[in-house]
């Protein structure tokens, strides 16, 4: 009997014993944590979560009252809506200063037909005038109608430029009236985008670790109101020695094992430390003889921590395990074990 119990106590230990290519510290659990915002100031009307809840993006997590924001955007829409009217008036304006070049265009060609008439008159007059044939004042009559008729070409000419003046006059007046539509709209937008800010929602899906505002609370622009917890980032920090760092890159497979939890859980390394530092007291290393240490940074696949994201809590305690060597297996004991 105490040779068997020798036997099984010596296997127990030789399991146990972690082979030279596979380096372990302890740490604590972490949650990557974010604080959600206000963008504006306000007084919180309604907090639509409680501590613990799961929510997902776009969930409103916190009401601040939007009576001033929503009188901002009605407004800019207001204004929006005369601008659009101002453009509409200047077009028809437009419009008519056009049609008045037309009418002068077709009074133009009218007159100067006019003027060929009293040209051909005129002439035929003088030539009869010669002959004796008319008198001097048939002669005179013809050249005032001749007068007439060129004086109104110039007339008709001078109101085609006035209306094509009115025409430019009116298109600068729509381009300007345009501009304050594009304006009144950019203002209606942020007042609009404002108005909507006032619901504080939620950036990711995430798990609500603090309500840190209530009901009737004023708060600040860039004022926190809720702390969620990232279920899907989960990472342990440990503290290697000098000696065992030098071979291991970001991407190395590592495991997890927290105290309290009968399992193994899948972890890579994410991040190691460009300096070293002196151990935390709160790190026990195999050789005190070291003082300097890396941190590197292990993270759980984001599947499996959301698979597990009520069992993995935040400042849990446990080991941390990477494997120097990717050729090697990994042992038994730390072999992948999910709950």
Not at 237 to 250: D, E, H, I, S
């Given at each position: 009997a ?7 106590a010596?296997?127990r ?19 990557n944590?974010?604080?959600v ?94 002959e ?11 050249q ?18 006035e ?24 203002q ?13 929602r ?9 309500r ?10 860039g ?11 989960v ?25 309290g ?12 430390a460009?300096?070293a ?16 240490v ?19 809590k ?26």
């Amino acid at each position: 009997a105490a040779a068997g119990g020798g036997w099984w106590a010596y296997h127990r230990q030789e399991a146990a014993a972690l082979p030279n290519f596979v380096v372990h510290s302890n740490g604590r659990l972490e949650l990557n944590r974010l604080d959600v915002a206000s963008l504006y100031p306000g007084r919180v009307e309604r907090v639509r979560v409680a501590e613990g809840d799961a929510v997902k993006p776009g969930d409103v997590l916190v009401e601040l009252s939007s009576a001033q924001s929503s009188g901002q955007l009605a407004a800019a829409q207001a204004a929006t809506l005369r601008a659009t009217e101002l453009v509409q008036r200047a077009r028809a304006g437009v419009q008519q200063a056009q049609q008045t070049v037309a009418r002068a265009d077709a009074e133009i060609a009218a007159y100067r037909q006019q003027q060929k008439v009293a040209k051909l008159e005129l002439d035929n007059a003088k030539q009869m005038r010669r002959e004796d044939l008319v008198s001097a004042s048939e002669l005179a009559k013809r050249q005032a109608d001749f007068d007439r008729a060129v004086a109104s070409v110039k007339a008709a000419q001078a109101a085609r430029a006035e209306a094509q003046a009115a025409v430019a006059q009116g298109q600068a007046a729509v381009a300007e009236a345009e501009a304050g539509v594009k304006q009144a709209q950019a203002q209606a937008d942020t007042a609009a985008s404002a108005d909507a800010d006032m619901a504080i929602r939620s950036p990711l899906t995430a798990r609500v670790e603090y309500r840190l505002v209530e009901p009737g609370t004023v708060i600040g622009a860039g004022s926190r109101v809720i702390s969620l917890l990232d279920p899907a980032d989960v990472s342990m920090n440990v503290f290697l020695p000098n000696a065992t760092v030098g071979g291991l890159r970001v991407g190395d497979e590592a495991r997890l094992v927290l105290d309290g939890i009968d399992a193994v859980f899948p972890a890579q390394v994410s991040f190691i430390a460009s300096e070293a530092q002196f151990t935390p007291k709160a790190v026990e290393t195999a050789d005190e003889r070291e003082k300097l240490v890396f941190r590197v940074k292990l993270k759980v696949p984001a599947d499996v921590a959301q698979r597990y994201d009520r069992l993995l809590k935040g400042g849990m305690t446990g080991d941390g395990y990477v494997r120097r060597d990717s050729s090697q297996a990994w042992p038994l004991a730390l072999e992948v074990r999910l709950p």
